[in-house]
């Protein structure tokens, strides 16, 4: 039985199986970021790059889920962009708002 389930796996690997495994695999590294960034800090934050994972994981996901014709997985990867983006967007913002507060 088992034979039987990883001869089926191998035989289902292909390139955009390769691709979603590998947004599987961005997206889920932004945890093990955002872990080492608070054990170094001490302190639970999430770092900038956490974003930027999540975003280059979620449109790796995403073309992924739009090859796949899947409207679930679309949808659900389309709501995580918007609000990976806009945390990018509200830190640049603040950054810069301090640093015209400097000048």
């Given at each position: ?55 280059f994981g979620g449109v790796t ?43």
């Amino acid at each position: 039985m088992l034979a039987e389930f990883l001869d089926r796996v191998v035989d289902n690997l292909s390139f955009w199986a390769i691709v979603g495994f590998g947004g599987q695999a961005i997206f889920a590294s932004r945890f093990i970021v955002q872990w080492i960034h608070a054990e170094r800090v001490r302190r639970s934050e999430i770092p900038l790059a956490f974003w930027y994972i999540s975003l280059f994981g979620g449109v790796t996901l995403l073309v992924y889920a739009v090859h796949r014709a899947d409207l679930v997985f679309i949808i659900g990867q389309v709501s995580g962009l918007v609000v990976y983006v806009r945390n990018l967007h509200l830190i640049y913002r603040e950054r810069r708002r301090l640093a015209a507060e400097i000048t």
